[in-house]
């Protein structure tokens, strides 16, 4: 604050006016919302765009010039890509892009659908390990067991035993991916439950599962939405392979694994029948990789920047 000459003359006599000290606090960046998020984290939204129009092409496939993914033609097998066959078409003369289209359907649904489950169960076992100790023990251990299985073989065996369908895959990639959810989460709530503010909860005779509520779940929600992105991605991967083995969904579905378990026979002459869906689930994977990426390092309050 300055005082001019004029406010200076007017003040009575023996009265001294202490000099302006420097701003001691930096200016206050005013949040500039979600496009302020995006512009400082291009990352998220590189890889949120690109997951976004896959999202699209799979709701809207039937609007996007495609036709009936099962539908056979013999006379027109094993045609090149073209005007009438865009991607080419398979052994049975179905149209490949349409079935890589609508395969982006099932490839979505299993990885957002195994994320959010195996984010769900593993935050609960994680929440329920890392604060009650007498039940650390016996949940990590069962824990351990699981991730000593391989995940692709904890999915095979999960499979053998039930018949081959969509909800059955994602049980069985779910399961095999929950430990991992379950230990970050865990690790996490050990830190927090040695804070101050816990210790001052407990002292002021909050219950435990109000604890966790309030002071514990929040603090876990960051690291593990990151985690679940990296687990989408994971299970659109062991959903492809469990397909492409013939172990995952049944061959009259249009999933990427299964096109490009139908084209391996040709591969070498007709390379164009795994190369789309193979790329398609790059892509896809791709996106959701640099999602995690971008999410991990705008929440993380040592890497992230200032809004």
Known sequence: MTVSATSTASLPPGLVVAPQLPDLLLPVKVRRGVLGFLRSHPTVAFGGALLLCLVLVGIFA????????????????????SADFWFGSDLLGRDIYSRVLYGARISLSVGLSV??????????????????????SILMRVMDGLMSIPPILLAIALMALTRGSVGNVILAITIAEIPRVSRLV?????SLREQPYVDAAIASGTRTPMIILRHILPNTLAPMLVQATYICASAMIVESILSFIGAGTPPTIPSWGNIMAEGRALWQVKPYIVFFPAAFLSVTVLAVNLLGDGLRDALDPRMAKNL
């Open 62 to 81: 039937p609007f996007l010039g495609t036709v009936d993914p099962t539908a056979l033609a013999p006379a027109k097998r094993t045609r090149a890509p």
């Open 186 to 190: 865990r690790g996490v709530v050990l």
């Open 115 to 136: 994320a959010l489950l195996a984010s769900l169960a593993g935050l609960a076992i994680g929440l329920i390990a890392g604060f009650v100790r007498w039940a650390d």
